[in-house]
Nanobody, 122 residues
Framework: QLHLVESGGGLVQPGGSLRLSCAASGVSLEYYAIGWFRQAPGKEREGVFC????????FRVDSVRGRFTISRDNAKATVSLQMNNLKPEDTAVYYC???????????????WGQGTQVTVSS
């Protein structure tokens, strides 16, 4: 399993932007599918976006269409989630996770980060 670390969470007003990053110490992420999940209080963990290994094909949920993008920087060994036009309903703990492929369900991902809080509020 990989040791993943997320960064970039915080408090932002509705309509604002945040950029989350996911990195693994000493390991390149380019050969892994990296997924971003979120979990709001009292709700199940939800798959948000995923980027495939080798092809960098991406998969996302409809609720973030046109607002979130995912990208991979192999030189920096990071995968980022750019979140624009944030809404209060985007408030959650965001996790990155690694797997062999982008089936966006939590049980497909054996390696997880510790999570980073994103709060969208005025």
């Amino acid at each position: 399993q990989l040791h993943l670390v997320e960064s970039g969470g915080g408090l932002v007003q509705p309509g604002g932007s945040l950029r989350l990053s996911c990195a693994a110490s000493g390991v390149s992420l380019e050969y892994y599918a990296i997924g971003w999940f979120r979990q709001a209080p009292g709700k199940e963990r939800e798959g948000v976006f995923c980027i495939s290994p080798y092809t960098d094909n991406t998969f996302r949920v409809d609720s973030v269409r046109g607002r979130f993008t995912i990208s991979r920087d192999n030189a920096k060994a990071t995968v980022s989630l750019q979140m624009n036009n944030l809404k209060p309903e985007d408030t959650a703990v965001y996790y990155c996770a690694a797997a062999k492929g982008c089936r966006l369900t939590a049980d497909n991902f054996p390696s997880w980060g510790q999570g980073t809080q994103v709060t969208v509020s005025s």
